[in-house]
């Protein structure tokens, strides 16, 4: 793995510093997060101004105190990028520019270092007292977009900055913020998984729709892998129809809860243990006949949700089958703007927060939506086959259809039948789960 460091310009670093700015010349590329190096020719001077400009005393007055970085590759001691922090605001940084700006060497580009980078120098803000920090971008520049949200940038709001006449989108990050693995943690602590399926009333939609599609895989000729097991639904119910059942869950809580039920139900092929739907090392390969993939994808941004489809590959065995489970984008505003009310839902934060970055506002980070096409694409890339597509939850809450009547609930299971029979209405179920198989 590559590694990398930050450190304040010095004369060490002079001629690399004069080939990062001709290189940027040469592209006509912006060259953010540098202050003011593109009009600077005189790299000694550069330098200096780097330094003067952390001492408020000797700042421009139209200008504020800054910490000017170089993202210095180790194995080479290459200069690849440069990062500046800003103190704290003037008007136009407060409205604009934020707290920090970066830039990367054109030739160095779509390697993932300027996600790196800005992480780095998160610690650096953090130390300084920089509890959050505004990080902005041109609309429309996908690769910053994505730096910025790879470092849980919270996204606030479009603004038009008149100078450049340009959109600029400005992000919120939370320096003090913990690693989302333990934030997923903490959010099932309080033992929340634990009979969800009772808690959703006596029509579990997801629950008794997951049940229907998997059935057909999973016989007692099959070793069963769930990854995700929650407090061990699934596990209760396939346990006793299986050769084996591993239940992983990232939550020490519900872990435990499932490991209870295991010695109480005296399931002898049953076991299940914490760990990392990102990182199975203690599974071997191609040792599983089925895996099930429950809720990790909930959880899990773009590029934690290929490392986890990658870990279900690999330790399933050739010619098994992969079930992903995922929150639709569509089918949860779908369901919850019927079941609440369209005007609670159809709101800017839901538009910007889950259409468009496939998350929410209130557990930005913690739950992740994805589109049926999306995790399709995914799994595809990884050389997995579509067996079936289906959603699971449509349209109405749980409650809706426990205040039926018999009749009334006879013809919404008819009806809830057909569209989970139908692949082209997945995208209007909430939950939803894709089947694959290995080669």
């Avoid at 970066?102 to 610690?123: C, D, Q, T």
């Avoid at 959050?132 to 910053?144: E, H, M, P, Q, T």
């Avoid at 599974?283 to 990658?310: F, M, N, Q, T, W």
């Avoid at 597509?389 to 009749?407: A, K």
Wanted: proline residues 3%; hydrophobic residues 35%; aromatic residues 12%.
């Amino acid at each position: 793995m590559e590694s990398f460091i930050l450190i304040k310009p010095t004369m060490e670093y002079a001629e690399q510093i004069a080939e990062y700015r001709k290189s940027f010349l040469k592209s006509g590329d912006s060259m953010d997060g540098t202050g003011p190096l593109r009009r600077m020719e005189d790299i000694y001077e550069y330098i200096k101004f780097c330094i003067e400009g952390e001492n408020p005393a000797m700042v421009p007055a139209n200008l504020v105190p800054a910490t000017q970085f170089l993202f210095v590759r180790t194995s080479d001691n290459q200069l690849v990028g440069m990062i500046q922090v800003r103190h704290y605001f003037n008007d136009f940084l407060e409205r604009f520019g934020g707290h920090i700006g970066y830039s990367i060497r054109p030739e160095e580009r779509r390697k993932g270092y300027a996600k790196k980078m800005l992480n780095m120098v998160l610690s650096f803000c953090r130390e300084m007292g920089l509890e959050r920090v505004l990080v902005s971008c041109i609309d429309g520049n996908i690769a910053s977009e994505k730096t910025i949200l790879g470092n849980d940038g919270v996204y606030e709001s479009t603004v038009y900055e008149p100078v450049r006449q340009i959109y600029l989108k400005r992000f919120w990050i939370n320096t003090m913020e913990k690693n989302y693995k333990q934030k997923i943690i903490e959010k099932y602590a309080d033992g929340r998984e634990v009979n969800r399926q009772e808690k959703m009333g006596k029509y579990p939609m997801e629950f008794i729709y997951t049940k229907k599609a998997l059935d057909t895989y999973i016989n007692t000729e099959k070793r069963v892998a769930e990854i995700g097991c929650g407090g061990g639904y699934y596990l209760m119910h396939y346990a006793s129809k299986c050769k084996e059942y591993l239940g992983i869950d990232l939550s020490p809580v519900n872990v435990e809860v499932a490991r209870k039920q295991i010695i109480e139900k005296d399931l002898k092929n049953a076991s299940v243990e914490v760990g990392d739907a990102t990182n199975l090392a203690g599974i071997a390969d191609a040792s599983y006949d089925v895996v099930l993939c429950l809720g990790p994808l909930y959880h899990l941004k773009p590029e934690e949700r290929d490392a986890c489809i990658s870990e279900c590959k690999r330790i399933c065995a050739p010619g098994g089958f992969i079930a992903f489970a995922f929150i639709n984008k569509t089918g949860a505003i779908a369901k919850y703007g019927g079941g609440d009310s369209w005007q609670a839902v159809l709101t800017t934060d839901v538009g910007e927060s889950v259409m468009k970055y496939g998350s929410d506002k209130k557990n930005w980070n913690v739950f992740y939506f994805t589109m049926p096409e999306e995790l399709l694409a995914a799994t595809e890339k990884q050389g997995l086959k579509k067996v079936r597509m289906t959603g699971l939850d449509f349209l109405l809450l749980e409650e809706t259809i426990e205040s039926f009547t018999e009749e009334q609930r006879s013809i919404w299971f008819q009806f809830a039948d057909m569209v989970a029979g139908s692949e082209y209405a997945t995208a209007l179920s909430n939950h939803a789960l894709l089947i694959c198989q290995k080669d």
